[in-house]
């Protein structure tokens, strides 16, 4: 009758673990990290899975003609962007994969929650016929979970 889909149990020791390994990517990624706006996210040119053998024959392209290259074309800089896109990908993938994993675990307890909530406030309500003391409980959980409140007709005055 009840649902358990998840039941991790951490222990303080393992938040702590959790927040600093958390701390451990912000400390090490320091001020290199950069933070967009959603307008800039939205409209900054980007390399996808279609263009990123462009991206990396144009990067090997430009290494050999480096000296044919305008002096402001950073030519290293691409080399390196190049590299830490490559290095970060897979990390960002492993980290995505991680955080769906942590936001199903949470949804699932939340469900837990929610479910088994429900089903105990039920019984709280039959107990509530049969033991009075129960009206203050009962009352102030239906004063907490209210649904969307009833849309009242305003009548039109002619």
Wanted: one cysteine or more.
């Amino acid at each position: 009758m009840s649902q358990n889909l998840a039941n991790i149990a951490l222990t303080p020791a393992e938040i702590t673990i959790l927040n600093g390994a958390l701390q451990t990517i912000r400390t090490t990624l320091g001020t290199r990290a950069v933070s967009l706006t959603p307008d800039q996210r939205k409209n900054l040119v980007k390399m996808g899975d279609n263009t990123r053998i462009f991206c990396q024959q144009a990067v090997t392209g430009l290494q050999q003609n480096s000296g044919s290259m305008p002096p402001d074309l950073d030519i290293p800089g691409l080399v390196q962007d190049f590299a830490d896109y490559t290095a970060l990908e897979t990390f960002v993938a492993e980290y995505e994969a991680v955080g769906e994993l942590l936001d199903d675990t949470l949804k699932a307890i939340s469900s837990d929650v929610m479910t088994n909530s429900i089903i105990g406030v039920s019984f709280l309500k039959t107990l509530n016929k049969i033991n009075p003391a129960l009206d203050t409980l009962v009352g102030a959980l239906k004063t907490v979970r209210r649904r969307k409140p009833v849309k009242t007709v305003t009548p039109l005055v002619a």
